[in-house]
Protein backbone atom coordinates (compact mmCIF):
# COMPACT_ATOMS: atom_id res chain seq x y z
CA UNK A 1 0.00 0.00 0.00
CA UNK A 2 1.27 3.22 -0.86
CA UNK A 3 1.74 6.15 1.50
CA UNK A 4 -0.26 8.31 -0.31
CA UNK A 5 -3.10 8.22 -2.58
CA UNK A 6 -4.21 10.35 -4.93
CA UNK A 7 -6.37 9.65 -8.12
CA UNK A 8 -4.83 10.42 -11.42
CA UNK A 9 -7.61 11.39 -12.96
CA UNK A 10 -8.26 13.66 -15.43
CA UNK A 11 -10.68 15.57 -14.03
CA UNK A 12 -12.39 17.57 -16.29
CA UNK A 13 -14.94 20.35 -15.22
CA UNK A 14 -16.30 23.08 -17.06
CA UNK A 15 -15.47 26.66 -15.96
CA UNK A 16 -17.07 27.96 -12.92
CA UNK A 17 -17.29 24.55 -11.30
CA UNK A 18 -16.02 24.01 -7.92
CA UNK A 19 -13.28 21.52 -7.86
CA UNK A 20 -12.56 19.59 -5.45
CA UNK A 21 -8.98 17.36 -4.92
CA UNK A 22 -8.20 14.69 -2.51
CA UNK A 23 -5.42 12.69 -0.96
CA UNK A 24 -5.36 10.07 1.56
CA UNK A 25 -2.51 8.83 3.71
CA UNK A 26 -1.58 5.80 5.87
CA UNK A 27 1.21 7.30 8.03
CA UNK A 28 0.16 8.76 11.28
CA UNK A 29 3.17 10.56 11.88
CA UNK A 30 2.51 13.26 9.14
CA UNK A 31 1.81 16.53 10.68
CA UNK A 32 2.30 18.80 7.59
CA UNK A 33 0.35 18.98 4.52
CA UNK A 34 0.99 20.86 1.52
CA UNK A 35 -0.83 20.96 -2.35
CA UNK A 36 1.27 21.70 -5.54
CA UNK A 37 0.07 22.95 -8.79
CA UNK A 38 2.62 21.63 -11.63
CA UNK A 39 2.00 23.14 -15.40
CA UNK A 40 3.35 21.23 -18.00
CA UNK A 41 7.27 21.51 -18.39
CA UNK A 42 7.31 23.31 -15.35
CA UNK A 43 8.29 22.45 -11.35
CA UNK A 44 5.54 22.07 -8.78
CA UNK A 45 4.83 25.35 -6.82
CA UNK A 46 3.28 25.36 -3.47
CA UNK A 47 -0.06 26.21 -3.18
CA UNK A 48 -1.07 25.49 0.30
CA UNK A 49 0.55 24.32 3.10
CA UNK A 50 -1.12 23.59 6.35
CA UNK A 51 0.20 22.34 9.55
CA UNK A 52 -2.11 19.56 11.51
CA UNK A 53 -5.86 19.63 10.86
CA UNK A 54 -8.17 22.08 10.44
CA UNK A 55 -9.06 24.66 7.36
CA UNK A 56 -7.15 27.48 5.65
CA UNK A 57 -8.13 29.90 2.98
CA UNK A 58 -6.90 31.68 0.09
CA UNK A 59 -8.44 33.36 -2.23
CA UNK A 60 -10.49 30.84 -4.51
CA UNK A 61 -8.46 27.78 -3.11
CA UNK A 62 -9.18 26.33 0.64
CA UNK A 63 -7.00 23.61 1.71
CA UNK A 64 -8.68 20.96 4.31
CA UNK A 65 -7.26 18.59 7.13
CA UNK A 66 -8.72 15.48 8.73
CA UNK A 67 -6.32 13.63 11.08
CA UNK A 68 -8.70 11.99 12.13
CA UNK A 69 -9.66 10.10 8.84
CA UNK A 70 -6.14 10.90 7.25
CA UNK A 71 -7.72 12.63 4.20
CA UNK A 72 -6.85 15.85 3.12
CA UNK A 73 -8.61 18.32 0.47
CA UNK A 74 -8.19 21.06 -2.22
CA UNK A 75 -11.52 23.02 -3.32
CA UNK A 76 -11.04 25.28 -5.82
CA UNK A 77 -13.38 27.59 -6.54
CA UNK A 78 -15.02 29.66 -9.12
CA UNK A 79 -12.46 27.39 -11.70
CA UNK A 80 -10.62 28.92 -14.74
CA UNK A 81 -9.03 27.84 -17.58
CA UNK A 82 -5.75 28.37 -15.97
CA UNK A 83 -6.10 26.11 -13.15
CA UNK A 84 -5.47 23.68 -15.65
CA UNK A 85 -3.10 21.90 -14.13
CA UNK A 86 -1.69 18.62 -12.19
CA UNK A 87 -2.54 18.88 -8.47
CA UNK A 88 -0.07 16.85 -6.14
CA UNK A 89 -0.48 16.42 -2.77
CA UNK A 90 2.69 16.05 -0.56
CA UNK A 91 3.34 15.16 3.37
CA UNK A 92 5.48 14.82 5.34
CA UNK A 93 6.38 13.82 8.97
CA UNK A 94 9.35 16.65 9.42
CA UNK A 95 8.92 20.65 9.60
CA UNK A 96 10.93 22.54 6.88
CA UNK A 97 9.72 21.00 3.76
CA UNK A 98 12.36 17.50 4.60
CA UNK A 99 11.29 14.06 3.59
CA UNK A 100 8.27 14.82 2.01
CA UNK A 101 5.96 12.12 0.37
CA UNK A 102 4.07 12.67 -2.74
CA UNK A 103 1.08 11.54 -4.28
CA UNK A 104 0.87 10.67 -7.75
CA UNK A 105 -0.93 13.82 -8.89
CA UNK A 106 -4.33 14.50 -10.16
CA UNK A 107 -4.62 16.42 -13.78
CA UNK A 108 -7.40 18.89 -13.85
CA UNK A 109 -8.63 19.82 -17.13
CA UNK A 110 -10.94 23.04 -17.02
CA UNK A 111 -13.01 23.67 -19.92
CA UNK A 112 -14.18 27.78 -21.24
CA UNK B 1 8.60 33.05 -5.50
CA UNK B 2 12.73 32.53 -5.64
CA UNK B 3 14.25 30.54 -8.99
CA UNK B 4 15.25 27.32 -9.02
CA UNK B 5 16.67 26.20 -12.15
CA UNK B 6 17.69 22.97 -13.55
CA UNK B 7 20.21 21.83 -16.53
CA UNK B 8 19.65 20.26 -18.91
CA UNK B 9 15.57 20.23 -19.06
CA UNK B 10 16.21 16.91 -21.20
CA UNK B 11 19.36 14.60 -21.85
CA UNK B 12 19.92 11.43 -23.81
CA UNK B 13 23.01 9.10 -23.41
CA UNK B 14 24.46 5.73 -23.99
CA UNK B 15 24.26 2.98 -21.70
CA UNK B 16 27.59 2.99 -19.34
CA UNK B 17 28.47 6.48 -19.49
CA UNK B 18 27.55 9.01 -16.64
CA UNK B 19 25.25 12.12 -17.05
CA UNK B 20 25.47 14.88 -14.66
CA UNK B 21 22.63 17.20 -14.04
CA UNK B 22 22.87 20.72 -12.47
CA UNK B 23 20.70 22.59 -10.04
CA UNK B 24 20.99 26.21 -9.21
CA UNK B 25 19.41 28.37 -6.84
CA UNK B 26 19.35 31.92 -8.97
CA UNK B 27 18.51 34.80 -6.32
CA UNK B 28 19.04 32.93 -2.93
CA UNK B 29 21.65 31.03 -1.14
CA UNK B 30 20.49 27.00 -0.99
CA UNK B 31 22.14 25.75 2.93
CA UNK B 32 19.51 22.73 1.28
CA UNK B 33 18.74 21.15 -1.75
CA UNK B 34 16.56 18.00 -2.36
CA UNK B 35 16.68 15.76 -5.55
CA UNK B 36 13.63 13.47 -6.71
CA UNK B 37 13.41 10.80 -9.06
CA UNK B 38 9.76 10.33 -10.42
CA UNK B 39 9.03 7.09 -12.79
CA UNK B 40 5.86 7.16 -15.35
CA UNK B 41 2.73 7.45 -13.73
CA UNK B 42 4.43 7.04 -10.15
CA UNK B 43 5.07 9.77 -7.50
CA UNK B 44 7.86 11.91 -7.12
CA UNK B 45 10.40 9.96 -4.55
CA UNK B 46 12.74 11.96 -2.54
CA UNK B 47 16.21 10.43 -3.36
CA UNK B 48 18.42 12.41 -1.01
CA UNK B 49 19.13 15.26 0.83
CA UNK B 50 21.85 17.62 0.54
CA UNK B 51 22.88 20.27 2.86
CA UNK B 52 26.09 22.43 1.32
CA UNK B 53 29.60 21.92 2.77
CA UNK B 54 28.48 18.10 3.84
CA UNK B 55 27.47 15.01 2.78
CA UNK B 56 24.44 13.95 1.08
CA UNK B 57 21.64 11.79 3.34
CA UNK B 58 20.59 9.24 1.22
CA UNK B 59 17.09 8.10 1.21
CA UNK B 60 16.70 3.84 1.66
CA UNK B 61 16.93 2.32 -1.44
CA UNK B 62 18.97 4.98 -3.13
CA UNK B 63 22.60 3.92 -4.06
CA UNK B 64 24.82 6.67 -3.24
CA UNK B 65 27.43 5.28 -5.43
CA UNK B 66 25.77 5.39 -8.22
CA UNK B 67 23.77 8.95 -7.85
CA UNK B 68 26.67 11.11 -7.03
CA UNK B 69 25.40 14.36 -5.27
CA UNK B 70 28.05 17.34 -4.81
CA UNK B 71 26.69 20.44 -2.88
CA UNK B 72 30.10 22.52 -2.94
CA UNK B 73 27.96 26.20 -3.37
CA UNK B 74 25.53 27.51 -1.64
CA UNK B 75 24.03 28.06 -4.93
CA UNK B 76 24.86 25.30 -6.94
CA UNK B 77 24.02 21.43 -6.75
CA UNK B 78 25.03 18.61 -8.72
CA UNK B 79 23.48 14.89 -8.96
CA UNK B 80 25.42 12.70 -11.09
CA UNK B 81 24.25 9.53 -12.35
CA UNK B 82 27.34 6.98 -12.99
CA UNK B 83 26.98 4.12 -15.49
CA UNK B 84 23.59 4.96 -16.36
CA UNK B 85 21.41 2.06 -17.71
CA UNK B 86 17.85 2.32 -19.25
CA UNK B 87 16.16 1.44 -15.94
CA UNK B 88 17.67 5.16 -15.00
CA UNK B 89 15.75 6.92 -17.20
CA UNK B 90 13.67 8.65 -15.22
CA UNK B 91 12.50 12.57 -14.44
CA UNK B 92 15.05 13.69 -11.73
CA UNK B 93 13.97 17.04 -10.42
CA UNK B 94 15.21 19.24 -7.15
CA UNK B 95 14.23 21.85 -4.90
CA UNK B 96 16.15 24.17 -2.96
CA UNK B 97 15.72 26.20 0.27
CA UNK B 98 17.52 28.82 2.35
CA UNK B 99 16.60 27.69 5.95
CA UNK B 100 14.44 25.34 8.10
CA UNK B 101 11.40 27.49 7.78
CA UNK B 102 11.49 28.63 4.25
CA UNK B 103 9.66 26.97 1.74
CA UNK B 104 11.82 24.74 -1.18
CA UNK B 105 11.29 25.75 -4.25
CA UNK B 106 11.57 23.76 -7.09
CA UNK B 107 13.21 23.48 -10.40
CA UNK B 108 11.48 22.38 -13.86
CA UNK B 109 13.11 19.05 -13.86
CA UNK B 110 15.28 17.08 -16.15
CA UNK B 111 14.17 14.31 -18.57
CA UNK B 112 16.83 11.41 -18.56
CA UNK B 113 16.33 8.83 -20.96
CA UNK B 114 19.19 6.47 -21.32
CA UNK B 115 19.41 4.17 -24.63
Known amino acids: QKEVEQDPGPLSVPEGAIVSLNCTYSNSAFQYFMWYRQYSRKGPELLMY????GNKEDGRFTAQVDKSSKYISLFIRDSQPSDSATYLC????????????FGTGTRLLVSP | GAVVSQHPSRVICKSGTSVKIECRSL??????MFWYRQFPKQSLMLMATSNEGSKATYEQGVEKDKFLINHASLTLSTLTVTSAHPEDSSFYIC???????????FGQGTRLTVV
Open chain 2, 95 to 105: SARWSMNTEAF
Open chain 2, 27 to 32: DFQATT
Open chain 1, 50 to 53: TYSS
Open chain 1, 90 to 101: AMSAYTGFQKLV
